[in-house]
């Protein structure tokens, strides 16, 4: 029997990132941080691909992309 790949969501953050932080402040699990005060950076390890941030972000640049689990 063949096994499947299992897809799953996860946070992505896109490069015109302004590091407001407003997706921390929302994300139920810590998985995103500020890396060096400039862009957001997510811990796929954490993130459960709720999309919380997504929906808070001002200026749209996080995104759910499908990963391999």
Known sequence: M???AVKRKKAAV???CVACGCCV?????QAISIWKG????????RC?????CARECPASVISLKEVQA
Do not use: I, M, N
């Open 48 to 52: 459960v691909g709720c999309g919380r």
């Open 2 to 4: 063949e096994k499947t």
């Open 38 to 45: 400039v862009k957001a950076r997510v811990d796929e390890s």
């Open 25 to 29: 402040k929302v994300c139920p699990l």
């Open 14 to 16: 896109a490069d015109l």
